[in-house]
């Protein structure tokens, strides 16, 4: 199976065949190996906005690519860490 990356993040050509993150869809930013949630996208350019599942900073990848089960279970398991800390 090949995972298709949208590259229209930030060098402003978009193929209007590829897979384009829908808001709120868990991603991964390949360069950065981070999965984050699209909260925001440039209809003109392409680009998205990426923040941690978690909350946190907000950046714009390069290149992503959908997040597969693996990637859902490792957010998921960011996420219970940090609220099952009590400190």
């Known amino acids: 199976m090949q ?10 050509s978009v193929d209007p065949d590829a897979w384009a993150p829908e808001p709120l869809e868990l ?4 360069e950065r ?4 949630v699209v ?3 440039d209809a003109g350019t392409g680009r998205i906005t990426l923040r941690p599942p978690e909350g946190g900073r907000v950046w714009h990848p390069s290149k992503c690519r959908r ?5 859902r279970l490792r957010a998921r398991v960011i996420q ?8």
Do not use: K, P, S
């Open 80 to 87: 219970q860490n940090r609220e099952g800390r009590r400190w």
């Open 27 to 30: 991603v991964v930013d390949t």
């Open 67 to 71: 997040a597969n089960a693996m990637d």
């Open 33 to 36: 190996d981070q999965v984050g």
């Open 3 to 12: 995972l298709r990356l949208f590259e229209g993040c930030l060098d402003g």
């Open 39 to 41: 909260v925001g996208r």
